[in-house]
């Protein structure tokens, strides 16, 4: 096949002959070219599954019924159960109250965590926040339930005076609540135990459902989500195939025993019917099982510490080349303003409105990070360019502003330390064009000062950084500096220069 011909017109049935190798090429050249650049969904690609593609792959394993059903022929029920009885144990769940399945991924266990929930309680509200998965009120509809949705802050967290406030007017009624361990854009975590104490509060019974697909695994192993007795959850649903990357989609629901339906006798599968699909896939247990198998606790712990790491390290070169970037301190996650559209297509950026985000999975090196900053900082070129030096909302910042409240403090001595650091370019993997090679050009935002820097300010050079404040819009470019609630000390995007930088910002000038 011609690069000229599309992988549908390839793949299409109707015309013979199929070219079926060249399809599969088609399919694994995008995939790879894909791979270079994939640091916006949640995938991690640092694990080997060759042994159990190579040996197992080829052939049905149906783990059809429940994992604790003894009977059938090709199943690998007993891969699952340890897999169940793995991450119950990281959990603390408690050994004589706990059941669970391997599942089709979080939307299923979503689902059967639910469902089991509203079977006990049948007239319950489900409550979740707007920061919770879209599977969750998937599941509502499915299920016909009438949902609730609470507030959530902006950092994605919910808000749990709103969840108060939903309660009370309705406290008659029991409650599923459900809590997110790791919401989709800013990876926010749920407190469980403050839900439980609004739900006691008022007197509420009800059911404590986590959706913890994304974060459920890497937070488990470091004790910070927990299912025992104490912390009353009822049900957890993890993802497979994000944190310990299984090449297939997968997940893993987690129910407390007394809470779950214990399903009727299917005679001609000789299976109890616990589970939401029939046949169930037996490949996906065996690769879950064996990439908790070749690691163990410790090595998925340091994979999430590596993880982390890395997401720290994004944040700092995010802020010091002056993209507001920030993570909860346990994510993978980081958040920040929208790219330019050629960066966001280029990078896979997970998108909503001016807010996107990179997850530093485990796989994802240091290399792409710089790759993808890179591109960042020469996209500010290219826009710099197309409107050189004027920009509609632009209005100087006072050098005065009290910028301390944002949490963030910028002294002089800092910022000159950052601009002194900034003149290294960021390494550049790529080859790029000359001119779009001097990434720095436009961070070179210090000159001397006319006034001698505050008394309190270490004097390291004998010149004071000023630097714009600004918050890049849809179109990467600042927005006119006015919007303090999220900022870092950066140069303006449509500044050809330091100079210009100073003159349009400096008040009075
Ligand atoms: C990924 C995810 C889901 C859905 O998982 P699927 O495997 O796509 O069904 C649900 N909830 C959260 C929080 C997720 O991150």
């Not at 009977?71 to 119950?88: N, Q, S, Y």
């Not at 609470?150 to 808000?159: I, L, W, Y």
Request: proline share 7%.
């Amino acid at each position: 096949m011609t690069q000229t011909v599309s992988l549908t017109d390839a793949a299409d049935l109707s015309r013979a002959p199929v070219d079926i190798t060249t399809v599969l090429d088609h399919l694994v050249r995008e995939a790879d070219a894909a791979a270079a650049t994939s640091i916006g969904f949640p995938a991690a690609v640092d694990l080997d599954q060759t042994e159990v593609m190579a040996r197992l792959g080829n052939r049905l394993w149906n783990n059809i019924g429940d994992p604790a059903d003894p009977g059938g022929g090709a199943h690998t029920r007993a891969l699952e159960r340890a897999v169940i009885a793995w991450l119950a144990d990281i959990l603390a769940m408690p050994t004589d109250d706990r059941w669970g399945y391997v599942t089709t991924g979080g939307t299923e266990g979503n689902l059967s965590a639910l469902h089991a929930a509203r079977r006990r309680y049948p007239t319950a509200r489900i409550y979740y926040s707007t920061a919770a998965h879209y599977s969750i009120p998937k599941s509502l509809q499915i299920l016909g339930a009438r949902g609730v949705v609470v507030s959530a802050r902006p950092d994605g967290e919910m808000d749990y005076a709103h969840l108060a406030a939903q309660l009370r007017k309705r406290r008659r009624r029991p409650a599923i609540v459900v809590a997110t361990a790791g919401t989709t854009l800013t990876e926010a975590v749920d407190d469980t135990t403050r839900i439980r104490a609004v739900l006691d509060d008022y007197g509420v019974d009800g059911h404590l459902h986590v959706d913890a697909a994304l974060s459920g695994i890497p937070l488990a192993l470091d004790g910070r989500l927990r299912f025992d007795d104490a912390g009353g959850v009822g049900s957890i649903a993890v993802s497979g195939h994000k944190f310990l990357g299984v090449p297939t989609p997968c997940g893993v629901v987690l129910i407390r025993d007394r809470v779950r339906g214990h399903g009727s006798h299917v005679a001609y599968t000789d299976t109890v019917d616990t589970t939401i699909t029939g046949s169930r896939c037996g490949l996906a247990a065996a690769l879950l099982w064996h990439a908790i198998a070749t690691h163990g606790r410790e090595g998925h712990r340091w994979r999430a510490i590596e993880a982390r790491t890395l997401a720290a390290y994004a944040v700092d070169q995010l802020t010091a080349v002056g993209w507001p970037a920030w993570r909860h301190p346990h994510a993978f996650t980081v958040v920040l303003p929208t790219p330019p559209e050629p960066v966001r297509k280029k990078w896979l950026l997970a998108t909503d409105g001016d807010t996107s985000h990179i997850i530093c999975m485990p796989g994802v090196t240091r290399g792409q990070i710089d790759a993808f900053i890179a591109d960042l900082v020469a996209s500010h070129h290219r826009g710099r360019s197309r409107s050189p030096g004027s920009h509609p909302n632009r209005r100087p910042v006072p050098l005065d502003t009290d910028f301390s409240s944002s949490g963030t403090v910028h002294r002089s001595t800092e910022v000159i330390t950052m601009a002194t650091r900034l003149r290294r370019p960021p390494r550049v993997p790529v080859a790029r064009p000359r001119h779009q090679r001097r990434p720095d050009a436009h961070v070179l935002a210090a000159r001397p000062s006319p006034q001698p820097p505050p008394a309190d300010h270490t004097v390291i050079a004998w010149a004071r950084t000023t630097l714009t404040v600004h918050r890049a819009g849809d179109n990467g470019l600042c927005r006119g500096c006015e919007d303090l609630g999220q900022f870092a000390w950066a140069p303006c995007p449509t500044a050809r220069d330091a100079d210009d930088t100073l003159t349009d910002h400096l008040p009075g000038q």
